[in-house]
T-cell receptor, first 114, second 112 residues
Framework: AQSVTQLDSHVSVSEGTPVLLRCNYSSSYSPSLFWYVQHPNKGLQLLLKYTSAATLVKGINGFEAEFKKSETSFHLTKPSAHMSDAAEYFCVPEAADSSYKLIFGSGTRLLVRP | DTEVTQTPKHLVMGMTNKKSLKCEQHMGHRAMYWYKQKAKKPPELMFVYSYEKLSINESVPSRFSPECPNSSLLNLHLHALQPEDSALYLC???????????FGSGTRLTVV
């Protein structure tokens, strides 16, 4: 069965320092993978997506993620955190069947200190 | 238009009320979804409509009744809800599996 694990429930960084949010998935094949961000009391916004075209994916607001099949990882990074990056981040693989389902990770809350 | 629009943004209803949530998109997406999100939790899938037909019902109680009148519109009819149904209800749409999903900003529902 497919599953996704976000390894940290909370990550705290100082403004201007790098961000690393970790995600591991388990699947018998390489699924489509997404990172979504949710600011407080808001809906979800697509940050970036991996769909097997390129292993390094660039997204909005300076975020990027690298798909590593050997490690079954899809970690999200940003070189320099901004206060506005404080939010909840979800790693989301697509279901292996044709159901159009998304499988949400438990989420990582990013805190950015001034 | 690249948005999913949900109305109302906030809704307070009593346990005997009947209300509806509305979701609209004009991106030509053929799959539409309802998700429920409790505080500090990830969204949970409720229903999936594909080409205006209900394709997935994740064992949702019958007090929630979805409806897809056309390819741009998705409704969620609510009746006899319980306080534990209070949550953020998110609508989403997608063109295909690889394109990602566009979410609305949600309806914050409080059942009193």
């Amino acid at each position: 069965a497919q599953s996704v694990t976000q390894l940290d429930s909370h990550v705290s960084v100082s403004e201007g320092t790098p961000v690393l949010l970790r995600c591991n998935y388990s699947s018998s094949y390489s699924p489509s993978l997404f990172w979504y961000v949710q600011h407080p009391n808001k809906g979800l916004q697509l940050l970036l997506k991996y769909t097997s075209a390129a292993t390094l994916v660039k997204g909005i607001n300076g975020f990027e993620a690298e798909f590593k099949k050997s490690e079954t990882s899809f970690h999200l990074t940003k070189p320099s955190a901004h206060m506005s990056d404080a939010a909840e981040y979800f790693c989301v693989p697509e279901a292996a069947d044709s159901s159009y389902k998304l499988i949400f990770g438990s989420g990582t809350r990013l805190l950015v200190r001034p | 238009d690249t948005e999913v629009t949900q109305t109302p943004k906030h809704l307070v209803m009593g346990m005997t009320n009947k209300k509806s949530l509305k979701c609209e998109q004009h991106m030509g997406h053929r799959a539409m979804y309802w998700y429920k999100q409790k505080a500090k939790k990830p969204p949970e899938l409720m229903f999936v409509y594909s080409y205006e037909k209900l394709s997935i019902n994740e064992s949702v109680p019958s007090r929630f009744s979805p409806e897809c009148p056309n390819s741009s519109l998705l409704n969620l009819h609510l009746h006899a809800l319980q306080p534990e149904d209070s949550a953020l209800y998110l609508c989403a749409s997608s063109h295909s599996k690889d394109y990602g999903y566009t979410f609305g900003s949600g309806t914050r529902l409080t059942v009193v």
